[in-house]
């Protein structure tokens, strides 16, 4: 039973990660209390436990949300896209509108410390599958010389730094529509900054 | 005495600011209390808070001393360089060496939600030093048509990306040496990942 009402597919469940998520990510993990938790959801803290264990269950359970909806709508949409360029351009599209309409999922990596080191390692499996799409795609560009012989390390940590660090800066009520952004952003990180 | 112990000049408080950052870092804020800094510190209790009034106050210092010293090794060492190219190469060089050597109190960012309203307004207005540097540069390097005319703001924000992003994945000891990753991250940044 609990096992089947924790699937992220069951929308009370989602509703708790994300009520949770929001709160996380407003006053940190620590002072967050499952009470606080339950009042936003208009449920007890035994309707909460109805779900999940600990407060700890419930982060790790918000961060494998955050990696489930990404892995839908960004890992899943671009991984049979044949050209790799336009496979990268799809993926920081896709991952930056994510992070603008799951905000509060995305973000709550800041608190991965407070995790065990078993729930870490087995979301940083989830997380390398997503380096090794862009080190991948990046890698063969290199070979079909779409693209410089650059390191494809390096050139996917900038990549994802560019998309990572969107959520401190970024709003997207103000002057930047979103599609601008993302069409600024990957032209900057494709074309370079200096004339052709 | 207070604020002349509380300097980040005083080698002892640097002392109590740096192990509380390693602290911090490793166990987040909330979970790290006083009594452990001090143990680190090999001081009483009394000891730390001859400097500081709470551990609020303790976060805001290691903050602020995180800035003194960004100010101190960064900004002040390329705001006079005249070339807005070379001051942006030298900016990402020296902030990257930064992270590298005083990672903890560089990264401890992410607890800036346990700060006060004006705690994290204050620090707003230094960090806001940071994006105008980088905006101005870029500003400049567009009018002298030595960069195409791209916007200043994503482009400012695409290079702290680039450089924030690198505590979550560069280690100095791994396959890539710190003056290659600034190299390949910088020139990647400038020239872009196509063919020119």
């Given at each position: 039973m609990a096992s089947a009402g924790r699937s992220t597919t069951n929308p009370r469940f989602r509703r708790i990660l994300e009520q949770a998520a929001r709160l996380i990510h407003q006053h940190g993990f620590e002072a967050t209390s499952m009470q606080a938790i339950a009042d936003a959801c208009d449920l007890t803290k035994a309707g909460i436990y109805h779900y999940i264990q600990t407060k700890e269950d419930l982060l790790v359970a918000i961060m494998h949300y955050g990696m489930d909806l990404f892995e839908e709508e960004v890992l899943e949409q671009v991984?049979?896209?044949?050209?790799p360029i336009e496979r990268l351009r799809q993926t920081m599209a896709r991952h930056l509108r994510l992070i603008e309409t799951a905000k509060e999922i995305t973000i709550?990596?800041?608190?991965?410390?407070?995790?065990?080191r078993t729930a870490q390692r087995e979301l940083n499996v989830r997380r390398k599958r997503y380096v090794r799409l862009l080190e991948d795609a990046l890698r063969e560009a290199i070979e079909r010389q779409?693209?410089?012989?650059?390191?494809p390390t390096v050139a996917a940590f900038s990549f994802l730094g560019v998309v990572m660090w969107t959520p401190n800066w970024y709003r997207?009520?103000?002057?930047?529509p979103l599609h601008k952004l993302t069409e600024s952003a990957f032209d900057m990180y494709l074309k370079g900054l200096l004339p052709q």
């Open positions: 991984v049979g896209i044949a050209d709550i990596v800041n608190e991965y410390q407070a995790l065990t779409l693209i410089r012989p650059v390191d997207p009520d103000g002057r930047i």
